[in-house]
């Protein structure tokens, strides 16, 4: 026998993934839907998430523009002008966000329009702000006009127009600032200025482009890296395949420049529906239901049940998930399951399910699941075994199975030590392996990295009670080649981190014991104690409220930590402090996560942090944050305060096979000492919500799967 | 190498680094003290146990992909049978026609063809509507209706496993926005029973080729 057909998917449906790709504008070498250097009015797929390299002259422009809601656009742009010897460096590293609002889609006749604000937020040197309108004519070209201000306004200004309005808007500050604030004051101030431009596509894959340029590249100018010519700009683009643009141009008279954009949508993974190998079948209940309905002789039997047990942990062993207790009446099987593979849980519990038609007797009847995170219960799904019957082959089996499944708080449903399933306690798990640890925006070396060995362990020895410990030895790399001394005018809670680099060699990443547990219905607590994170330990608390039907969620979280020593060995150093916060997190049904967390930061400062994330149910996550807290933009230093962005993004996705790794990584423009916070491991929401409503019915398509 | 694939593997690489918690673990890890649980029962091990018990099999191909192999029946539930390659994908059927696949890739994961068997069964032309589910990229299952015609195509000897056999071949020709497919039904001229088909999976997949072997 050969192998049948598993391996094959993979190259048929990559392609799959990038249906009406060519709706897709063009991008600039901004990163936003543009012509070569000017931003157009084209839309973007709601989603898109969108990187793009471009480069031309000693300009180097890195983007990741995302979708954030049909007429929303986020950027965050990290770009480099080489030679220019600004504010004492020669090459100058600058990060920037933009914000972009479609006005108006297009339509018969009425063009796109879009508004766009430039490093709003930046040190400026990329300031500017358009609003743009862009029509189709016939099948092959678009045209593009618009208006801009700042750098958009500065070749060909005239008197801003918006000065009828008032005469403030005539004039527009050059100050620098220490950046990060927003310099709202400047917007659709001073010179503004005609931009526009025509774009012909000339076959499915090749578009061809002119715009007439309003950015006079003055800075540019005078620093020496640029010498502009003409404001006529000329690009090529070419679409390699969907998603995958490349382009070629000639600008300002007299600069070369490429660009390299890669798109994905979150929603279309590469695979779906995944690439994992078959579940098992619904089993047909042994024997013939008699006059009295099923035997029930079965109960009183301990060899039968010792048996059940057994088969059923083997099944579950085989579906890589385990059998943590196992509560059996005639009628009735409580199984408390843990799930380390299944990113979807809808897809575990569907699977457990028909494992346990295979296991159970006839006459139980009803299958209770109970998802179990760190020996704590998460919730419970009652599913009747006559509905797995019924609907395992119906067009709408999972609509159906949802429908029929009592999703609930495991509160009550305990188990005493006889349920528990042999060999689960204690439980040791080890891994050795690779790690990367990377840095960003260093200006000296924008990015920096450690490559060494990590090794993890973490023993269990009743539920709820985990010793984990990781140690990392770095084997080459550069971070602790950064010369970035602190010049924080705060304790140094975070800044400190080069000198952490530098002074320590094996690490001890982390080392704590923690506990978790159940205080009451809705309620999950858990304490922490010892090493937490790579800067701190102490002692960490936290209580959730989290109802398994809401997408409310409130906790509090308190701890007491102390600073560690450089050296990331066992001693601390003499910086202590109480840090904790009250947090909300609500989740909007249509996949935005807002979260307030407020409270008392790592510096002794005290404000809140509000998040904002765009959740896909397959796990993909991007998101953005900022903290305002007491401490003084001016005393915060570089970026006024903090600020991020966050993407995760699951392997799952990627590979089409499941498991609960994903990449996950948080940019910030710059790390400084204000609105910090504790980085314990484990916390509680993101623990206990894959269990819940609604991420588990959003993934309910996967029960079957 | 696809684009896709190598940002695939650069962001797999970037992962072992980057992530905390759960994903840092790569390289080997494993479970000591826990007492390891019975056997692991792999597609081979069930199949093997299957083919004890003397369980139908079948040939399948995908046409495709150019790949074949045989499966063996590891379920049946009333009318509904289910078939396990020993690479662990499965087949299921309701009385002859695909319902669904598992661990194929594009997977058919349910199926409406409760009018198409009846007609089938009751050799009968005539026009019928089935439906598809598949998962989408957020893991909701969508449906995708056909319309079909049934026809009688005529009585045809097959070779079946070596000695000729007298079936009557059922066509069933679809159309929907999610492709149009033609499915073909040998079914034995006397008890009406399908011996082999070509089913349609997937616009991903396209069709399989469905063969019953003899019992050993």
């Known amino acids: ?705 | 190498m696809t684009t896709m694939r190598f940002f695939a593997l650069t962001l797999i690489a970037l992962t072992q680094a980057a992530c905390s918690g759960v994903g840092g673990l790569a390289g080997f890890s494993g479970k000591v003290l826990a007492s390891d649980g019975p056997e692991i029962a792999s597609p081979r091990s069930r199949i093997a146990a299957a083919e004890a018990r003397n369980a139908p099999r079948m040939k399948i191909i995908i046409e495709d992909r150019n790949t074949e192999g045989d499966v063996v029946q590891i379920a049946r539930r009333g009318t509904i049978t289910t078939w396990l390659s020993p690479d662990n994908v499965s087949l299921t059927f309701d009385r002859g026609l695909l319902v669904g696949t598992r661990g194929m890739g594009r997977d058919l994961m349910s199926a409406d063809v409760a009018q198409s068997a009846s007609l089938i069964a009751a050799r009968q032309t005539g026009p019928v509507t089935r439906a598809h589910g598949y998962l989408d990229g957020a893991d909701d299952i969508v449906i995708h209706s056909f319309d079909c015609r049934i026809e009688r195509r005529g009585p045809r000897r097959i070779d079946f496993n070596g000695t000729p056999r007298d079936t009557l071949l059922m066509a069933e020709r679809c159309k929907g926005e999610a492709g149009s497919f033609m499915n073909f039904y040998w079914t034995s001229a006397r008890g009406g029973e399908i011996l082999q088909s070509r089913q349609w999976v997937s616009p991903e997949i396209g069709a399989i080729l469905q063969k019953h072997l003899p019992d050993r």
């Not at chain 1, 958009?152 to 990060?180: A, C, K």
């Not at chain 1, 709408?396 to 030590?417: P, V």
């Open chain 1, 1 to 705: 026998m050969t192998g049948l057909f598993a391996s094959a998917g993979l190259a048929l449906s990559w392609g799959a993934s990038a249906v009406a790709a060519q709706e897709r504008p063009t991008l600039s070498f901004y990163g936003v839907p543009g012509l070569v250097d000017m931003p157009s009015a084209q839309a973007v797929p709601d989603g898109d998430l969108s990187f793009t390299v471009g480069m031309f002259g000693n300009a180097l422009r890195n983007s990741v523009s995302f979708q954030f809601a049909p007429r929303i656009t986020g950027v965050f742009r990290y770009s480099r002008l080489g030679d220019a010897n600004l504010g004492g460096y020669e090459d100058y590293y600058d990060r920037s966000f933009d914000f972009r609002f479609q006005l108006l889609n297009e339509g018969r006749v009425r063009p796109a329009v879009a508004v766009g604000l430039q490093d709003f937020g930046g040190t400026g040197l990329y300031s500017a702000e358009y609003l743009t309108a862009t029509k189709t004519f016939g099948a092959r070209f678009r045209g593009t006009l618009g208006l801009g201000w700042g750098r958009l306004g500065s070749f060909g200004g005239f008197s801003n127009p918006l000065s009828v309005i008032d005469d403030r808007f005539e004039t527009r500050s050059d100050d620098s600032t220490l950046g990060g604030t927003l310099n709202a004051g400047d917007w659709f101030r001073g010179d503004a200025a005609v931009f526009g431009g025509l774009e012909w596509q000339a076959t499915d894959k090749l578009s061809l482009a002119v715009e007439y340029s309003s950015d006079a590249y003055d800075l540019e100018e005078k620093q020496g890296v640029l010498t502009h010519r003409s404001p006529f700009n000329f690009g090529v683009n070419y679409r390699l395949r969907p998603g995958v643009d490349l382009g070629a141009y000639y600008l300002y008279g007299s600069e070369i420049g490429a660009r390299l954009s890669f798109t994905l949508n979150p929603d279309k993974p590469p695979l779906p529906g995944g690439r994992e190998g078959a579940p098992p079948p619904v089993y047909a209940r042994p024997g013939a239901s008699g006059p009295l309905g099923w035997s029930q002789d079965w109960v009183a039997d301990p060899a039968t049940r010792s048996t059940i047990r057994s088969d059923l942990r083997a099944a579950l062993d085989a579906l890589g998930m385990e059998l943590v207790a196992l509560r059996l009446n005639a009628n009735t099987a409580t199984v408390h399951l843990r799930n380390p593979l299944y990113d979807a849980e809808a897809q575990a519990i569907g699977r457990a399910a028909r494992a346990m038609t295979r296991v159970m007797p006839a006459s139980v009847e009803t299958f209770v699941i109970v998802p179990v995170r760190n020996g704590v219960a998460m919730s419970s799904v009652t599913l009747r075994r006559s509905d797995l019957e019924r609907f395992e082959t119906a067009l709408d089996g999972a609509g159906q199975s949802l429908a029929r499944a009592e999703i609930a708080d495991a509160a009550g449903l305990g188990f005493s030590a006889a349920d528990l399933s042999k060999g689960v306690y204690p439980r040791f798990e080890y891994g050795l392996g690779p790690y990367i640890s990377p840095s960003y925006f260093d200006p000296d070396s924008p990015v920096r990295a450690d490559f060494g060995a990590q090794l993890s362990a973490a023993l269990s020895p009743a539920p709820g009670l985990v010793f984990a410990g990781q140690l990392r030895q770095p084997i080459f790399g550069n971070l602790d080649q950064s010369d970035r001394a602190s010049n924080s005018v705060l304790p140094h809670v975070r800044t400190d981190i080069v000198q952490y680099e530098k002074q320590s060699e094996l690490e001890l990443s982390y080392l704590t014991a923690e506990y978790f547990f159940r205080p009451g219905r809705n309620l999950y607590g858990r304490v922490t104690a010892g090493y937490l994170e790579r800067m701190y330990g102490g002692l960490s608390g936290e209580i959730l409220w989290k109802p398994v039907t809401g997408p409310l969620a409130l906790g509090v979280e308190v701890n007491y930590v102390r600073k560690r020593d450089f050296d990331l060995g066992f001693g601390f150093q003499d910086y202590s402090v109480a840090t904790g916060h009250a947090s909300a997190y609500y989740e909007f049904a249509d996949g935005y996560l807002a979260r307030v967390d407020a409270g008392r930061y790592l510096a002794g400062d005290w404000g809140a942090t509000f998040a904002l994330d765009r959740e896909f149910d397959n796990g993909f996550r991007v998101g953005a944050f900022f903290t305002l807290t007491d401490v003084p933009f001016s005393e915060f230093g570089e970026g006024s305060f903090d600020k991020g962005i966050h993407l995760t993004i699951p392997l799952s996705w990627l590979s089409g096979e499941p498991g609960k790794t994903a990449f996950d990584t948080t940019i910030r423009p710059i790390t400084r000492d204000g609105g910090a916070r504790l980085n314990v491991r484990n916390r509680l929401y993101e623990t206990v919500r894959g269990s819940h409503l609604p991420d588990l019915e959003d993934r309910w398509g996967k029960f079957w799967r």
